[in-house]
C-alpha cells in the first residue's frame, strides 16, 4: 500500500505550503491528531502565531483530533486573552506592579478551560475559536465564522457570533457515525475504504 507517511511535515511534494500539522508544532501545549493538515497563504509557521493569548504560565491546551483540514489564518484565542469582565474595570492593574501589583490579590482571570476540535473536523479560512470551545468530530466552520459556542458533531456553523446552518446528517445517522470512529481504525484499513468514506452511503458501514 501506498500511504501519505504521517510523520512527514510537508507530504505535497515540492509544496511547503501544507503540512501535516503535529510534526511543525514546537509548543507543548499544542497536541494534534495524525494526519491533520493546515494550509497557509505563506508560512506554515503561522499557524503557532495564530494560536493567540497562549501562555505557558496559564497552561491551558489546544486539542486538535486526526485528520482535520485547518485553512489559511484560522485562529485560536486561548484564556490568557481574559481580563476581568466582573468587575467595574477590566484593566489590568496588577501586570504594572508597584503600587498597583496587589489589584488581583485573590481573585483570578477568568479561564474557560482547554480548546478541544474533534477530528475529520473543517475549519475553515478566518475562522477565529474563541476559548474554551469544543468542536465536535465531522463538523465544520464556515469561512470567517467566530466561534462563541461549542459546536455539535457533524453540524455546520457560521457567521459571527457562530451559529448552526444545518446538520450534515440526521440524528441516527450521526450517532451511527460517531461509533464508527474512522479515524481510528488501522491506517491500511482507511486506506481501503477511502472511496466509500467519500460517499455518502451509510449503509455501507452497517
Ligand atoms: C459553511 C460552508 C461549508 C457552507 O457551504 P454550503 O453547505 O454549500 O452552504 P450554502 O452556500 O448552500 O449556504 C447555506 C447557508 O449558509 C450561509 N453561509 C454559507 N457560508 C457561510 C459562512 N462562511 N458564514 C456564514 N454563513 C454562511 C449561506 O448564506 C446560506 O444561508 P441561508 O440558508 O440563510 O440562505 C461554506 O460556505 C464555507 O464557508 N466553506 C469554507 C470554505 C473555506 O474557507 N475553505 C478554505 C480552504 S479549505
Not at 509557521?45 to 494560536?51: A, I, L, T, Y
Amino acid at each position: 500500500m501506498d500511504i501519505p507517511d504521517k510523520n512527514e511535515p510537508f507530504p505535497l511534494k515540492n509544496y511547503k505550503r501544507l503540512c501535516f500539522l503535529k510534526n511543525i508544532i514546537k509548543n507543548p501545549n499544542i497536541l494534534v491528531g495524525d494526519y491533520t493538515y493546515y494550509d497557509d497563504f505563506s508560512n506554515v509557521s503561522n499557524f503557532e502565531k495564530n494560536v493567540k493569548y497562549h501562555f505557558d504560565f496559564i497552561g491551558d491546551k489546544l486539542i486538535i483530533g486526526k485528520f482535520c483540514m485547518i485553512a489559511s489564518d484560522v485562529t485560536f484565542i486561548m484564556n490568557g486573552a481574559n481580563h476581568l469582565s466582573d468587575a467595574i474595570s477590566s484593566y489590568p492593574f496588577a501586570i504594572f506592579g508597584g503600587d498597583w501589583q496587589h489589584a488581583m490579590k485573590n481573585k483570578s482571570y477568568p479561564t474557560k478551560g482547554n480548546t478541544i476540535i474533534g477530528n475529520d473536523v473543517w475549519l475553515g479560512y478566518n475562522a477565529t475559536i474563541m476559548p474554551g470551545i469544543r468542536i465536535g468530530d465531522g463538523a465544520i466552520i464556515g469561512s470567517n465564522a467566530v466561534i462563541t459556542k461549542d459546536v455539535e458533531p457533524y453540524s455546520i456553523v457560521g457567521g459571527n457570533p457562530g451559529k448552526l446552518i444545518r446538520k450534515r446528517f440526521s440524528d441516527e445517522e450521526i450517532e451511527s457515525l460517531l461509533s464508527l470512529k474512522w479515524w481510528d481504525w488501522p491506517i491500511e484499513k482507511i486506506t481501503g475504504n477511502v472511496q466509500k468514506l467519500t460517499e455518502i452511503k451509510l449503509s455501507d458501514f452497517k
